[in-house]
C-alpha cells in the first residue's frame, strides 16, 4: 500500500469512533481516544505530564504546520516522497495551519524541554489525518508515517526552535508591532492637537515650569518611537532558524542542503524572509535570539508602564486629583460608591506590563540554562513569549480605543495650575536674581498668593513681570528676549 497510489477520500476532519483506539510506539502499546488524530507518544505526554492548566499554544502548531509542509515540498521536489503522498502530507498541514486541527494538539508546556513531544503530537495527527484521507487503518502507520515521512529530514531539536520562531515572528509582526504603532499614531496626534495648550509641569511630583500638553504627550510618542524600531530590530533576529542540523546541528540524516532549502520553502510559504542559521550548533544550542525578542518586549513594556502611569496620574480626581484629562467613562468604578470611575484601563495596561516584566525573568533564565547541544527549556520559552506578545498586542488596541483616543483636556482645571503656579517664577531669575526669585517663591507659598502679587510685594515691577513672566513664551525658549535687566 505504500508504494501505490491510493484513492484519496474527500472527508470532513473528525473522526466519528468512541471508545479507545491502540497505538505503538517504539515502547509498546499504547491506548488513545478513538477520537483523536494523536498516537501513543502524544498519549504518554498527556499521562506523564498534565502539570496545571498551560497548554502548549496553538501558534506553535500553525508555525509547525507550516514546517512540515516545507519539508514535504523539499522532499517531493528531491524525489524522497512520492507526489502523492508528499501532496497528501501538505493537504493536511494546511489544515493544521489555518487551525482546523486545533482540538487534536492537547499537550501542555511543561513537558520534554525540548519540544518533542509537540513534534510528535504534530507528526501523529498528521499522520493519522492523512492515513484518513487515503483510506487506511488509523494507527496503523500505512500509508503515510510520522516518522519516515512527516518527520523526515528532520529532528525536533532543529524543527521546534523553527517552529518557535516562525510562531513568534509572525505574532510579534502581523499583532504586537501594528497596535503598538497605532497607539503611537494616537498619542501623536493628540500631542498635535493640544499644542498650544500650556500646562504646569511636575518634577518628582512637585510643581515645576510650564510645557504645553501637546509637549508632554510628544515625550509619550517619543518613547514608543524609541522602542518600536528596537522591537522590529530584535524580532527580525528570528528569521534565521535552526531547520537543518536535526540532532545535535551536525545534519545528521538530512540531505546536503536540506536545511537551506527548507528554509527557502518556508519563505514562500509564510512571505517572511526565513533562513537556516550559519551556525546550527549555536542555533540548537541556545535560544538567545528568543531571549532577545523576548528582551524587546520587556522594554516596550517598561515605556508602557510610564505611559500608563502617567495617564492614571493627569486623570485622577474628579475634585480631589490633578484632572487633567478626562478619560472616557467605560464603566462603574465601585460596587459601593455610586458615580465613580476608575481608570481601568491604564490599570490594566500596568498589570500587562508587570506581567511581561516577570515574564522576562523566565526567559532569562530558561536561555541561560542551555547545556551543550541543547537548550531543553523550549517549551517555557515560546509559551512565555508568545503570551506576552499577545497581550500586549491587545492592550495596547484597549488603551488606544478606550482611553487614549477618546481623551479631552480639562481645560478650566490646567488654566488655574497656571495661575496659582509659583514655579513660574523661574523665568524671574535671570533678570532679578536667584535669591530674589527664591525669596518670592517662598512669599506666595506663605502668604497664599499669586505669584504676581508676591512679586510686586517684593519690588519687582509690573510691567518688567508681565513681560517676562508669559507663560507660552516659557514653554518655547527664546521665542522672547527677556534675560536683559
Known amino acids: 500500500m505504500t508504494d501505490q497510489t491510493p484513492k484519496i477520500l474527500d472527508l470532513p476532519i473528525g473522526i466519528t469512533a468512541s471508545g479507545m483506539r491502540e ?9 488513545v481516544p478513538a477520537d483523536r488524530y494523536w498516537g501513543a507518544q502524544t498519549q504518554r505526554s498527556l499521562e506523564h505530564f498534565n502539570i496545571g492548566r498551560d497548554r502548549m499554544p496553538p501558534e506553535v502548531y500553525h508555525a509547525y504546520g507550516y514546517v512540515k509542509k516545507a519539508a ?37 508546556v511543561f513537558q520534554t524541554g525540548s519540544g518533542t513531544q509537540s513534534n510528535m503530537n504534530v507528526n501523529e495527527v498528521v499522520s493519522n489525518r492523512c492515513i484518513q484521507l487515503a483510506g487506511g487503518t488509523l494507527g496503523s502507520k500505512e500509508p503515510v508515517h510520522p516518522n519516515d515521512h512527516v518527520n523526515m529530514g528532520q529532528s525536533s531539536n532543529d524543527t521546534f526552535p523553527t517552529a518557535m520562531h516562525i510562531a513568534a515572528y509572525k505574532l510579534a509582526t502581523e499583532r504586537t508591532i501594528p497596535a503598538l504603532k497605532a497607539l503611537r499614531d494616537a498619542l501623536a496626534r493628540k500631542s498635535a492637537q493640544w499644542s498650544d495648550v500650556v500646562k504646569i509641569g511636575r518634577t518628582h511630583l512637585e510643581d515645576a515650569t510650564p510645557l504645553t500638553v501637546g509637549q508632554e504627550w510628544s515625550g509619550y510618542a517619543g518613547a514608543l518611537d524609541e522602542a518600536i524600531p528596537e522591537l522590529e530590530r530584535a524580532t527580525e533576529g528570528l528569521l534565521r532558524v535552526a531547520m537543518g542540523g536535526t540532532a545535535v546541528g551536525t545534519g545528521l540524516n538530512a540531505p546536503a542542503g536540506f536545511g537551506d532549502e527548507v528554509a527557502a520553502a518556508l519563505s514562500k510559504l509564510t512571505g517572511f524572509a526565513i533562513k537556516t542559521a550559519e551556525n546550527k550548533f549555536t542555533a540548537q544550542g541556545t535560544l538567545d535570539r528568543m531571549v532577545r525578542a523576548h528582551a524587546a518586549l520587556k522594554s516596550t513594556a517598561v515605556s508602557l508602564f510610564k505611559i500608563a502611569n502617567d495617564m492614571r496620574w493627569l486623570g485622577s480626581g474628579p475634585r480631589t486629583g490633578l484632572m487633567e484629562v478626562i478619560f472616557p467613562a467605560n464603566e462603574p468604578g465601585s460596587s459601593i460608591m455610586p458615580g465613580k470611575v476608575n481608570p481601568t484601563q491604564a490599570e490594566a495596561m500596568l498589570m500587562v506590563c508587570v506581567e511581561i516584566m516577570g515574564s522576562d525573568v523566565s526567559v532569562q533564565m530558561g536561555g541561560a540554562e542551555g547545556n551543550f547541544e541543547l537548550n531543553a527549556f523550549r517549551p517555557v520559552l515560546i509559551s512565555k513569549y508568545l503570551h506576552s506578545a499577545l497581550i500586549m498586542a491587545d492592550m495596547c488596541d484597549h488603551f488606544r480605543e478606550f482611553m487614549i483616543e477618546g481623551a479631552e483636556l480639562n481645560l478650566a482645571q490646567i488654566k488655574a495650575n497656571i495661575e496659582r503656579s509659583v514655579m513660574m517664577v523661574t523665568a524671574l531669575s535671570p533678570v532679578i536674581g536667584y535669591d530674589l526669585a527664591s525669596k518670592i517663591a517662598h512669599y506666595a507659598i506663605d502668604n497664599n498668593t499669586t505669584l504676581k502679587a508676591a512679586a510686586l510685594a517684593n519690588g519687582v515691577d509690573e510691567a518688567l513681570y508681565d513681560k517676562v513672566v508669559v507663560p507660552i513664551n516659557m514653554t518655547r525658549p527664546g521665542s522672547a528676549d527677556v534675560h536683559s535687566k
Open 72 to 108: 514535504a515540498m523539499v522532499n517531493l521536489k528531491a524525489g524522497r516522497l512520492p507526489e502523492w503522498k508528499a501532496s497528501l502530507i501538505m493537504k493536511v498541514c494546511d489544515e493544521v495551519i489555518s487551525g482546523q486541527l486545533d482540538a487534536h494538539f492537547p499537550l501542555y
Open 23 to 31: 497505538e505503538t510506539d517504539s515502547l509498546g502499546k499504547v491506548e
